[in-house]
């Protein structure tokens, strides 16, 4: 077991080769391996939107030796025909007699690929390295499964949960390592999403300012047309989604789309927009909003050794009335930047 | 400087040996140390109050093999004729060459050690792990220098800064893991000091249940007399300090002392009953008066990865108006408990 969690992590890594550049589609990675002589034959990944997928290219790369062999891969293979024919047609066709697979894939349209090795006499082991297979995919799952982007929201507060002083006074919480670190983040995302309040009182820029990165695009969230055009995030040639009830003129890059007081809508319908991924970067009134609507599904919260007592709380408003519904992270993760934290957890898995 | 570095901490860890058993006295080690022939000759440590020093101790079990010789001590031996005769003195008097010391001692009586050695011709090093010397006797330093007890303040949190929600429902926020730690934390206290509001809601017992720990003194402050006598902790023999403005009857376990206003004035009368250090765990009134009156020493913060997005912050009401005046952590520390964490950090430095 330990030799195909191995395996499974080099899938991961394989499938990691892509990232930024085949989205809407999952990461995948896939190993052709040949058990009785324990040596890897080949390998391959999905490399971008509309190609191969990877057990195609894995299984190219292994120039026919494939007949008896086992194949691993850290998405159940598609039994679908999609903009190429269905992976488990060709994994039969090809002779492996064992499938190693790490996660189901929970697109409705594309399942069905296990079972079909199943029925074709393949022995499979479903589950090596399930957890970071999914993390992997978290925003492909989200995704296939509710039509809506995946939602994570930064937070920077002091230990006593504060983002802001009492007159308003916020720079800075954080120290130079965790702020570069929040820029890292911010590159990972397909969109970075703010708020009204937020650009008001910091004017940000929102962009990535780390070499050979690109800033994300921006969807700034502003119902009540408060927001001057000159502000910083409308002023250079990144994309921004304007969520603003008003008509008003705007400049080409600026895209503008209304607020009809659903976020289940209105993430639907950036979703559309070939929206997948958002990382969200706003103030209290914000994140309690995309909390209580139940809409975010991942929290990296920076924490610095400092404590305001007294001030703005990062999300407020709950009205929780028992500790056991309390909003829990889930599969944490600790960071550290100097004498600075971020705690990773997850709201939502799929 | 590296071997004078592992020689300390072996200092350090005879040191240790002490620990609960020579209060108000501080921690020390010494080692009796060849440098030709790179070889360790004897150790000694401060055992009990009244008893030997260190470097007494060491010396003894170098059975006259000290001229020429290094000694390594992990405070600055003493000049002065206390309950014993000057270290430096029995140093200089057995011939040694060259003395390691990682930290001057603060007490104005006992310091001028490292002159005399000087003084003498001896070879001196000062500020060999200094920084983990002064954290090693950090209660003896406040002590020594304030004339009052150490005062560590836990905390148990959420993500948010919450110790309870709006309903008062507190239990439990941290896991069993953290409140088992803490439970060890309680036992390194010589006091464990809370107040009014926390009894009445929790009516904890602030016992240490650990094998062969024993419970700290309780010193519980209820200045408006509102805690009945038939509270847990009040009812076992454990002895307490009740700070409280009537008169009342009370059990032989239980002294009363009243309170002026002053918590100065407070942990001076505190220290005058031979109280050194305290632990409190109590709630955001007691937490804010004494951060407020800057009596707080230490923090440690135990976190669980939960939101309330409301309810009561574990310091309220301290009025900073800029960012670089907030309570700021130093040296900190983390430490896990599955999800949970625990962040360590002094307020204040000797």
């Not at 007949?67 to 492996?96: R, Y």
């Not at 970075?192 to 008001?200: F, N």
């Amino acid at each position: 077991m330990n030799k195909y969690k191995k395996l499974m992590q080099k899938c991961i890594n394989l499938a990691k080769k892509a990232q930024g550049k085949n989205i809407p589609n999952p990461y995948v990675g896939a190993i052709v391996y040949d058990e009785k002589e324990n040596k890897i034959i080949s390998c391959g990944y999905h490399e971008k939107y509309g190609q191969a997928h990877a057990e195609v290219n894995a299984i190219k790369n292994a120039n026919g030796n494939t007949k008896g062999k086992t194949i691993i891969v850290n998405l159940e293979p598609c039994s679908h025909w999609g903009k190429t024919p269905p992976c488990a047609d060709l994994i039969i066709k090809s002779g492996f007699k064992k499938a190693i697979i790490a996660t189901l894939d929970l697109n409705k349209q594309a399942t069905g690929g296990l079972e079909k090795l199943q029925n074709a006499g393949i022995e499979t082991v479903l589950g090596v390295l399930e957890k970071e297979a999914k993390d992997l995919n978290k925003v492909f799952f989200k995704n296939t499964l509710t039509k809506k982007p995946y939602i994570m929201l930064k937070i920077a507060s002091t230990l006593d949960g504060k983002i802001a002083l009492d007159n308003g006074k916020s720079k800075w919480i954080t120290n130079e390592k965790a702020r570069l670190y929040c820029q890292k983040l911010r590159s990972e995302y397909q969109a970075i999403m703010s708020a009204t309040g937020t650009i008001l009182a910091d004017n940000p820029k929102l962009n990535v300012r780390l070499k050979n990165k690109k800033s994300p695009i921006r969807i700034i969230f502003d119902p009540n047309n408060k927001i001057p055009l000159n502000y910083n995030v409308f002023n250079d040639d990144v994309k921004v989604i304007l969520i603003n009830n008003s008509k008003i003129d705007l400049p080409k890059h600026i895209e503008q789309i209304s607020f009809d007081g659903s976020f289940d809508n209105l993430f639907k319908e950036l979703y559309k927009m070939n929206i997948y991924s958002i990382m969200t970067e706003a103030g209290s009134g914000f994140n309690s909003e995309l909390i209580k609507n139940n809409e975010v599904d991942e929290i990296n919260h920076f924490i610095a050794p400092k404590i305001f007592g007294g001030g703005l709380d990062f999300i407020k408003g709950l009205n929780i009335e028992e500790i056991e519904n309390s909003i829990k992270l889930k599969d944490v993760k600790i960071k550290q930047f100097e004498d600075n934290f971020l705690i990773n957890g997850k709201i939502k898995t799929y």
